[in-house]
C-alpha cells in the first residue's frame, strides 16, 4: 500500500525546514548515530490520525537566473509533481509578497490540492492578519507555528483530506518481491532486464532513462517473483531528474512494498555517499537487503581485488553488516546466476520464526557467556525472550529496567542470535520491556 506524498513549497525562510523538522523529527533522529548511515533531511515519513505519509521540504523558490536558484526551482517541481498534496507555506509576519505571488502561479499549473498555511503565526493578536491570504486563491489559511507547535493539528486534518484512497494490495506469501535502487546510471536497467531474459526496459547510458515504476512477475526453478524497478526521475520540459536528492522520493516507494532491496553500487566509480544514503531508508525501513556491486566486467580483477572492495563496502556500509555482497555484471552476464540464491535466502530469513524456547536456550547460554554489565550500581536481569513479529524479525527481551539495556549489549544479543538461527540478508530488531 502506497504512502501518500506531502511536499512543503514556498519562497526562502518562511520556515519550511523548521515544520517539516516539527512533522519528521523523531523519525530522522532514529538511526543517525548510526555509523555509515547517513540522512538527507529533505524527504522522510510523518504520522497523523494513524495516517503514515511521506513529508518532502523543498527548497525556496525564488526568482532569478543564477544557477543555483534556478537548480532550487526545479528540484521543487519535482516535489510538486511527485505529491498528493502542498502545503503552500507563506510567513505571517510578512503579508503577501511578489515571491508568493509567483510560487502561487507554479503551484495553479500543478493542478494538486493545496493547503495553504501562514506560518509565524506566533499569538492570537496576528490571527487577525492572515485574511489577506484569501486573495492567493487557496481558500482558508491555516494560521500556524513552527517555533511553538501551534495550528499544525487543523492543517493536518486538512492536509489528510487530499489523500488518496488507500487500496490494498493482494499479497500472496509466497511470491518474492524485490527491488533494485541505486544511484541514477548504476546499472538498474540493465540488471532488471538481465534477470528477465529479455529488453524490458529501456537502457541508455544517460543518468535517468527509466522513466516509470515497473512491476514485472517471472518465475525461476518453481519459485516466483516480481521485481520492481525504481524509477528514474521523469523529464518535464527542461527540467531534468537526475537531482540526486530527488532520486530517493522513488527508490522509497520500490522499497515500501519490496520484501527484499537490491542496493546497487558501480565497481567502476566505486562507492559515493549517495549510494549510502539510498541504502540507509532501505535499512531503516527493515527490508532485507542484498548489496550487489555492478560493471564487475570494468574492473581488472587480480587474486584480492574482490576481497579489498568488500573491505572497502564493509567500511562504508557497518550498518548492513548483516547484507550479503555480491559481485557481477549485468551487462555480460558474469556472476549474475549467484543473485536469486541470495535474494530466497534473504526473503526467508526475512520471514524467519524461531521457537521460544529455543531462542531463550540461546539467550541464557549468552547470559552466561558474558554476564550484563552493572549500570551505577544497578545490574541489567534478563528474564526472558519471545519474537513477535517478521519482516523483519522481532524480539522482545523483558527486563527488570529497560534503561539498563546498553546499545553494546543489546548488539552482544544480536550477534548472538544471529549466529544461532541465522538471519543473514535481514535485520533484526530487539526491544527491551520491563516485565509487569
Keep these: 500500500m502506497r504512502k501518500s506524498v506531502m511536499a512543503i513549497v514556498g519562497r526562502p ?3 519550511k ?11 530522522i533522529s532514529i538511526v543517525e548515530d548510526t555509523p555509515g548511515v547517513t540522512r538527507d533531511r529533505i524527504y522522510a515519513e510523518g504520522e497523523w490520525l494513524n495516517e503514515r505519509f511521506n513529508v518532502i521540504d523543498t527548497g525556496g523558490i525564488e526568482l532569478g537566473d543564477e544557477p543555483l536558484l534556478v537548480q532550487m526551482r526545479e528540484q521543487a517541481q519535482v516535489a510538486i509533481d511527485e505529491a498528493d498534496v502542498i502545503v503552500f507555506m507563506v510567513n505571517g509576519r510578512d503579508g503577501i509578497t511578489g515571491a508568493d505571488e509567483e510560487v ?16 509565524k503565526v506566533d499569538n492570537p493578536e496576528m490571527r487577525e492578519n492572515i485574511y489577506e491570504f484569501y486573495s492567493l486563491g487557496f481558500g482558508e489559511p491555516h494560521p500556524i507555528s513552527g517555533t511553538h507547535g501551534l495550528g499544525l493539528g487543523d492543517m493536518l486534518d486538512e492536509v489528510v483530506k487530499y489523500f488518496p484512497e488507500k487500496i490494498l494490495e493482494e499479497i500472496d506469501d509466497d511470491i518474492i518481491r524485490f527491488s533494485v535502487i ?10 532488471v532486464n538481465t534477470l528477465l531474459g529479455q529488453e524490458r526496459v529501456i537502457v541508455s547510458d544517460i543518468a535517468g532513462t527509466t522513466r516509470d515504476a515497473i512491476d514485472t512477475p517471472f518465475s525461476k526453478d518453481d519459485r516466483d517473483y516480481v521485481i520492481i524497478d525504481t524509477a ?24 515500501e512494498r519490496s520484501d527484499v532491496v537490491l542496493s546497487l553500487i558501480d565497481a567502476d566509480t566505486g562507492i559515493q555517499e549517495q549510494d549510502k544514503k539510498i541504502a540507509g531508508y532501505a535499512h531503516e525501513a527493515g527490508k532485507a537487503v542484498i548489496i550487489v556491486v555492478n560493471k564487475w566486467d570494468t574492473v581488472e580483477v587480480e587474486e584480492k581485488t ?13 550498518f548492513l553488516d548483516y547484507a550479503p555482497v555480491v559481485f557481477l555484471s549485468a551487462k555480460t552476464k558474469k556472476r549474475v546466476h549467484t543473485l536469486l ?3 530466497l535466502e534473504a526473503s526467508e530469513n526475512h520471514a524467519k520464526r524461531v521457537q521460544t524456547n529455543i531462542l531463550n536456550e540461546v539467550i541464557m547460554d549468552a547470559l552466561a557467556m ?4 552493572s549500570i551505577k550500581g544497578q545490574k541489567l536481569k534478563i528474564f526472558y525472550a519471545t519474537q513477535v513479529s517478521v519482516k523483519p524479525p522481532s524480539f522482545v527481551v523483558f527486563v527488570n529496567e529497560p534503561e539498563l539495556m546498553h546499545f553494546t549489549y543489546e548488539r552482544f544479543l544480536e550477534n548472538r542470535i544471529r549466529e544461532a538461527f541465522g538471519f543473514e540478508g535481514t535485520p533484526i530488531k530487539i526491544f527491551a520491556r520491563k516485565r509487569s
Excluded: Q, W
Aim: aromatic share 8%; charged share 30%.
Design 104 to 119: 502561487a502561479k507554479i503551484l495553479y499549473k500543478s493542478n494538486k490540492p493545496v493547503v495553504l498555511a501562514v506560518n
Design 17 to 27: 525546514s523548521t515544520i517539516f523538522n516539527r512533522l519528521v523529527g523523531e523519525r
Design 232 to 255: 528514474g526521475m521523469r523529464k518535464r520540459g527542461k527540467i531534468y531528474e537526475a537531482t540526486e536528492k530527488y532520486s530517493i522520493m522513488r527508490a522509497m516507494k520500490a522499497i
Design 306 to 318: 574482490m576481497k579489498e572492495f568488500e573491505d572497502k563496502v564493509r567500511s562504508n556500509f557497518r
Design 13 to 15: 525562510n518562511v520556515g
Design 182 to 191: 541505486g544511484r541514477p546510471n548504476v546499472g538498474k536497467s540493465s540488471l
Design 341 to 343: 540464491p541470495r535474494i
Design 370 to 373: 558474558n554476564p550484563s554489565p
